[in-house]
């Protein structure tokens, strides 16, 4: 079984944006039809006007795995006439995977019935009309009921901090820290740092186990030097069943340019 | 060793320059990620030269995309031309994998790899037994059906593996048995039938379903793919695949077959 990561990519105009998800499969081909599904609920809530051009499929262990769904296949929104001018107007689900992990998604490009013209409950707050309701909660539910995943970062606890007094800083400013570290790869291969002599470092760093026992971690670029001291922590990257999906409020957040346009940089002109 | 020929590789919405590894111990190469138009065919199969954009980190020292230290911005200008509808090279070597022959390296023409151009001969691959290729109009399936396997596959595809992308082709079915529900050779219920069309990147989902509704026939039934519903424009371009499942009929001495006829490629009609 593996983690794949599927990114459905949304147009409208000169404006797009892409919504991430996270499902466990054997094969690709599997994930594929999963995410076909998925697709075809979260057409349910889109107006006609904002296309959800292509999904993407990838492996999420391997670099550059990539399979494409192409727009003739996954196709336009399917909410009849109802038109979307304003796609910032999105509706925030928070997606939560037990007590301990949550994450947002802006489900947008919704039909403006249900978002500027619903029950207006006062300033800036728009209430979702029984319709979008409905729908929202279906694809809520979808989401839940079929395994989809949310992707978190999983902390070591703190009784698991290791004190570092060992790190040495080779030519190419890669630092080798070694000590009894053989459980470690099996861990994960993100560390926490805190409490270190430079603070530039602090946060999280990768780092690449090259033998047992030892772990290398190249600082970014302009990290500065790194003293001897200071713990770190194992962060494992962990996918969990999403438990809950809940649609909270509306929000509006602004979108980058679309993946399909022709050439050239997005546009900010009002074309009349 | 290996060309996209123009398919789309991955969704980005920049191009850039980088450096790719093709193969497991070579020295990376340089590339570049420019656009092609929405109506190019996406590529047909996972693979492992999508770009670092979609990964947490740009760091990999393995096959595909390199977390090069300069990767420059590419105004993303396509060529000149695109010729071809399918890419060059072993899918092995798309999907990271050792092929198991020799792989020979391309042949440029006027800048463009020969094999762009000139597709080589479709071939059948399927079961039962081993894959085997088959080339041209030969049938595939049980020359004696009294024990056959519980389905028979077929898919259009080049001889180098690759599965081929047509715009259209004809596949039809072949039994000389009896039809006789009395005696169950060949029953809607038990032996559906499905001819049909997939989408591209996707392998198992078939868009035509068509159950076992021959009329009675003393020695064959065809059955000719264009009837089949669903393989609209959605579906184009796809891969050609037919496959009876179920099972098996259990008359002796008879034959099962599933035929490749024809197909259609760059508007050209070609009889197997």
Partial sequence: ?272 | MISPCGLVMDYLRSGYRTEMRMQAGQEPVPVRWFRVGKDRPVFPEPHRFGSLNWEDDHENDGIGEQSAPERTYDKGKPPAIFIGTRPCGPIELFRGQTPDKPVTPLRYVMGVPECCKTAPAPSILGNPGAITAYRGRVPLGCSSCANVPGALNARLVYLDGLPGIFTGFQVNVYWNGSFLEGTRPWNAEWNPVVVGLTCAGIDNQLFGLVTATFVPNPSFGWFPSDSIPGTDERCSPYRAVASLAGPAPSESGRTLQLIFEEFIEGGSKYVL
């Fill in chain 1, 1 to 272: 079984m593996a983690w794949y990561k599927v990114n459905f990519l949304f147009g409208f105009g000169k404006q797009g944006w892409s919504e991430t998800y996270y499902h466990q499969a054997t094969a690709n081909v599997d994930v594929v039809n999963f995410s076909k599904a998925l697709a075809q609920e979260r057409k349910r809530l889109m107006a006609y006007g904002p296309v959800l051009e292509a999904i993407r499929v990838s492996d999420d262990a391997v670099k550059g795995d990539a399979q494409l769904i192409p727009s003739n296949i996954v196709g336009t929104g399917s909410v009849g006439d109802m038109p979307c001018d304003k796609i910032e107007t999105a509706w925030y689900v928070r997606l939560e995977a037990g007590f301990f992990y949550r994450r947002q998604l802006h489900l947008r490009g919704l039909p403006d019935d249900w978002t500027t013209s619903a029950e207006f409950a006062g300033p800036g707050i728009w209430q979702p009309t029984p319709a979008f309701k409905a729908a929202a909660e279906r694809f809520c539910a979808y989401v839940v009921d079929n395994q989809w995943l949310i992707r978190v970062k999983q902390r070591g606890a703190e009784n698991e901090d290791r004190l570092v007094t060992n790190a040495v800083r080779d030519d190419n400013d890669i630092w080798t820290i070694t000590g009894d570290f053989a459980d470690w790869p099996q861990f994960g291969k993100c560390i926490g740092l805190r409490d270190l002599e430079v603070p530039q470092l602090y946060g999280e760093q990768r780092y690449v186990a090259t033998a047992v026992n030892t772990i290398k971690i190249q600082p970014k670029i302009g990290g500065g030097a790194w003293g001897v001291g200071g713990h770190f922590r194992l962060v494992k990257i962990v996918y969990e069943d999403i438990t809950t999906a809940a649609l909270i409020r509306a929000s509006n957040r602004k979108t980058g340019r679309p993946f399909f346009l022709t050439r050239g940089r997005a546009s900010n002109r009002v074309t009349e």
